[in-house]
């Protein structure tokens, strides 16, 4: 059964560095032609695509984030981690870890997300 | 950046009715787009991929067609559980979503 989880802080302030982790079972992150992305969505707004990691380690980034996001994975502990640096009020969002299957790139598992607040 | 535009941003239809809904891309995406269901406070489900090609367990009433730059979600019988949020997702060039089609009762 795969499962992705996120977790990480509730409330950042602005300024801060949002660190975010996704926790996967069912797979691994090793496995050939596979990956997983960063998705984020304001209350009330759409999806927006962050990050990617690849099984090989190759990484996307947004085109209009990249400047503020790293992503990593550590295979052994079937994580993937999602910094974002200097976080502002309008980086308050759910944000999500979704899989894509081996050999396609949709998204077929998500996490249940997570929603962090930017406020002072 | 592939922008997706989809329409009526809001779907008012009576249950056991035909809805369609529909998704443009900026530029071609060939057959590399998906359609995914949104319900409050869920993360989003996959209903179709390669435009057409619909996700295991997904139920038949659920129809996508289309390629390049114009594509259709078809659902031909609304039944209670369908009224939700519908995203399409480009995945030719990377990844980017449109800004979702509610579907209410009417």
């Known amino acids: 059964q795969v499962t992705l989880k996120e977790s990480g802080p509730v409330l950042v302030k602005p300024t801060e560095t949002l660190t975010l982790t996704c926790t996967v079972s069912g797979f691994s992150l090793s496995n050939a032609r596979m990956g997983v992305s960063w998705i984020r969505q304001p209350p009330g707004k759409a999806l927006e695509w962050l990050a990617h990691?690849?099984?090989?380690?190759?990484?996307s980034y947004s085109t209009s984030l990249k400047s503020r996001l790293t992503i990593s994975k550590d295979t052994s502990k079937s994580q993937v981690v999602l910094t974002m640096t200097n976080m502002d009020p309008v980086d308050t969002a759910t944000y999500y870890c979704?899989?894509?299957?081996?050999?396609?790139?949709?998204?077929?598992?998500w996490g249940q997300g997570t929603l962090v607040t930017v406020s002072s | 950046e592939i922008v997706m535009t989809q329409s009526p941003a809001t779907l008012s239809v009576s249950p056991g009715e035909r809805a369609t809904l529909s998704c443009r891309a900026s530029q071609s995406v060939s057959s590399n787009l998906a359609w995914y269901q949104q319900k409050p406070g869920q993360a989003p489900r996959l209903l179709i991929y390669g435009a057409s090609t619909r996700a295991t367990g997904i139920p038949a009433r659920f129809s996508g067609s289309g390629s390049g730059t114009e594509f259709t979600l078809t659902i031909s019988s609304l039944q209670s559980e369908d009224f939700a949020v519908y995203y399409c997702?480009?995945?030719?060039?990377?990844?980017?979503f449109g800004q979702g089609t509610k579907v209410e009762i009417k």
């Open positions: 990691i690849f099984s090989n380690d190759e990484k």
């Open positions: 979704a899989r894509i299957p081996r050999g396609w790139y949709y998204f077929d598992y």
């Open positions: 997702q480009q995945y030719n060039n990377w990844w980017t």
